[in-house]
């Protein structure tokens, strides 16, 4: 699930459902994010407000390093260059792994997906992999052949079959409404004599009751995509998806194999990838890192919301789900290499080696290290369904050094504040944050808005990284209460992403926003 296609999250909800529509739009509304609830009517996270409180005290900082997991990050982009880790210890391109860390010529971070010359672009969907590898493991065997011992693995082994194609038809079903909602678009201009726009979409007069619903779908998806962006964001969708279905079918666990070298069912590699850090496709990383940490006041772009800090990246998210083993090692790598906040935009359904990775959780745990990780893109109760990985570990102790966060957008309203698309949780997500319309840096030197809880996740991760940075004495768990304990309130009902209303309450533990300007004021205070 690593991509956040938001076209996606919405076309595979049904025709009727609908967008959100964002009432602040346009250049006024760059770097929202950093705006504050009292001082700018904005839930932004405050990051302007906090340096202002900061400065008037004198505080100085210490720089943080932070973690990056993610599809890969363009280290050279002219905002991003000057934050991105420097591995001091490592010397460049000399094939000797000159800090003994186990990585060779690692100096900003290290790709868990790549081999000698290749790297992973697309994987499969986990459930493809698990469901290869089960009906490989119980080929030719009669339930009535299976020894008790391995009845419950047999009965796992069903349920993933179901649940995999049910989750291969549903992609079907999503492409198909995409398809719909393009050739919509083409009768629209047939009809307009013009190119498809917001205004022929509500001149458009319908011929049947299903183009009647696609357009009033449509006007929603326009409040979110503009229209000229559309084709782009349909034929990236449709890609995606077809790809995913593709890849069920290939023997991924080969290809991976193949590419980067290791078995990855074999967990007790560590050392395997390469030094390419940006990879095939660094749109994503490159995003998140942007929010963490783009350099701030430099008449460049766009400002991070952390002012001292460095990027550590770490590639380990293709396009398609991540494998548990590299998301470990992304983390131990992360931990021993530094990294005081580990940022976690990305997450899936299905996790056949959780214990690994709820390994490498208590491991960053027990080195002080906050992992801060995205709710996820699908409209979902986490409370019903939690996705991974998750602060609940397998042996039935939840992880205190992380930070589960859902999406939010800039607008004042309570149908539209919290991000249609985004998961959410009464007892299982902390807060929300900025993540609807973030324009924040992309690859080729350039910029563009995204929306998801991936962009949430680094507004969090960047507010934490601040106060790690202006107040290093707080542990990991610390810098999580501070942050639970002064989330900026919202008293209105809200729209959950369910469609019904809500009180913040009933979406978050906290009920609130991250806001680092509350937790400096409430920091300072403490002194
Ligand atoms: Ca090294
Ligand atoms: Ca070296
Ligand atoms: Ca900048």
Redesign the pocket.
């Known amino acids: 699930m690593t991509k956040n296609f938001i076209l996606s999250t919405f076309v595979g909800l049904s025709l009727v459902s609908f967008a959100q529509k964002s009432e602040t739009e346009g250049p006024e509304n760059l770097n929202w994010y950093l705006k504050d609830p009292k001082a700018d009517g904005v839930y932004g996270t405050g990051a302007t407000k906090a340096y202002e409180m900061l400065n008037a005290a004198g505080k100085k900082s210490t720089t943080v390093i932070v973690a990056v997991i993610d599809s890969g990050v363009e280290t050279d982009h002219p905002d991003l260059q000057d934050v991105i880790w420097v591995n001091e210890d ?9 800090d003994k860390n186990g990585y ?2 690692d100096v900003n971070g290290w790709s868990f997906l790549g081999g000698p010359t290749q790297d992973i672009d697309k994987e499969a969907l986990e459930l493809a992999r698990m469901y290869r590898l089960e009906s490989e493991y119980f080929k030719g065997k009669k339930v009535e052949n299976i020894p008790s011992s391995e009845l419950a693995r047999f009965g796992t082994y069903e349920k993933i079959k179901i649940a995999f194609e049910k989750e291969i038809s549903e992609k079907e079903a999503s492409i198909k409404n995409i398809k719909m909602l393009s050739e919509y678009m083409q009768r629209v201009e047939k009809q307009a004599g013009v190119p498809f726009s917001k205004e022929t979409n509500a001149a458009y007069v319908p011929e049947t009751e299903t183009d009647k619903r696609i357009q009033n779908r449509m006007k929603s998806i326009l409040e979110m995509i503009p229209a000229d962006q559309l084709n782009t964001e349909i034929s990236g969708a449709l890609k995606s998806m077809q790809s995913a279905i593709d890849l069920s079918k290939l023997d991924a666990d080969s290809i991976r194999t193949s590419i980067v070298g290791d078995n990855p069912n074999d967990f007790s590699s560590k050392i395997y990838g390469c030094n390419r850090y940006e990879g095939p496709d660094a749109f994503h990383g490159t995003h998140v890192s942007g929010i963490i940490a783009a350099t701030r006041n430099n008449g460049m772009g766009v400002d991070g919301v952390a002012d001292n800090v460095r990027i550590m990246v770490l590639r380990a998210v293709p396009d398609g789900d991540e494998r548990d083993k590299d998301v470990a090692n992304a983390i131990i790598y992360a931990v021993d290499n530094g990294a005081k906040v580990i940022n976690m935009s990305f997450g899936k359904y299905w996790t056949p080696n959780k214990d690994y990775v709820d390994a490498a959780i208590e491991y960053a745990r027990s080195k002080d290290v906050l992992l801060v990780h995205a709710a996820g893109n699908d409209a979902k109760d986490k409370d019903v369904e939690d996705s991974y990985p998750t602060r609940r570990l397998n042996n039935k102790t939840t992880a205190p050094n992380w930070i589960e966060v859902g999406a939010s957008s800039s607008s004042k309203s309570g149908k539209a504040i919290i991000a249609e698309f985004s998961n959410y949780g009464a007892t299982t997500v902390d807060f929300f944050a900025p993540g609807v319309d973030i324009y924040s840096t992309v690859p080729d030197f350039n910029y563009e808005n995204a929306s998801g809880t991936s962009m949430a996740c680094p507004a969090t991760a960047g507010v934490a990284a601040l106060i790690r940075s202006y107040f290093p004495e707080l542990s990991a768990s610390e810098v999580r209460e501070v942050l639970m304990a002064t989330t900026a309130t919202y008293k209105k009902t809200v729209v959950a992403p369910n469609g019904e209303k809500a009180k913040m309450k009933d979406l978050c533990i906290t009920g609130g926003f991250v806001n680092a300007a509350n937790a400096v004021t409430y920091l300072l205070e403490k002194k």
Do not use: A, S, T
Request: proline residues 9%.
């Open positions: 490592e010397i460049p391109n000399n094939g000797i792994d000159d060779i010529d």
